[in-house]
């Protein structure tokens, strides 16, 4: 599976901005898919998950309430949309799939990892 994620940019304190992360190679709907993001001198950290199936969502603490994700299997692609963004939003969001359902908030074990997407919020 390949995953090529977009939409990242530069945007003002309490903009908006929506990351898409296209799949390919396998049958999209097996897969779980998550959002993580990793700060210049900080670790990779989850922001939100969908799994398979019956699509359960999950968030972050700090991005709950503003962030949503969604996924079209049509399309092989996740979304997240992302709002009322802060300064500490800033960083690379990756987008990475695995074929389970559970446990999705941890980086290991993860089998496929997109390129990254800068987001910039500036202050």
């Known amino acids: 599976v390949q995953l090529q994620a977009s939409g990242g940019g530069l945007v003002q304190a309490g903009g908006s901005l929506r990351l898409s992360c296209t799949a390919s190679?396998?049958?999209?709907?097996?897969?779980?898919l998550s959002w993580f993001r990793q700060a210049p001198g900080k670790e990779r950290e989850f922001v939100s998950s969908?799994?398979?199936?019956?699509?359960?969502?999950y968030y972050a603490s700090s991005v709950k309430g503003r962030f949503t994700i969604s996924r079209d299997n049509d399309k092989s692609t996740v979304y997240l949309q992302m709002n009322s963004l802060k300064p500490e939003d800033t960083a690379i969001y990756y987008c990475?799939?695995?074929?389970?359902?559970?446990?999705?908030?941890?980086?290991?074990?993860?089998?496929?990892w997109g390129q990254g997407t800068q987001v910039t919020v500036s202050s």
């Open positions: 190679g396998r049958s999209f709907r097996s897969l779980s």
């Open positions: 969908i799994a398979r199936g019956v699509g359960h969502t």
């Open positions: 990475g799939a695995v074929s389970r359902s559970t446990g999705l908030a941890v980086t290991t074990g993860y089998d496929y």
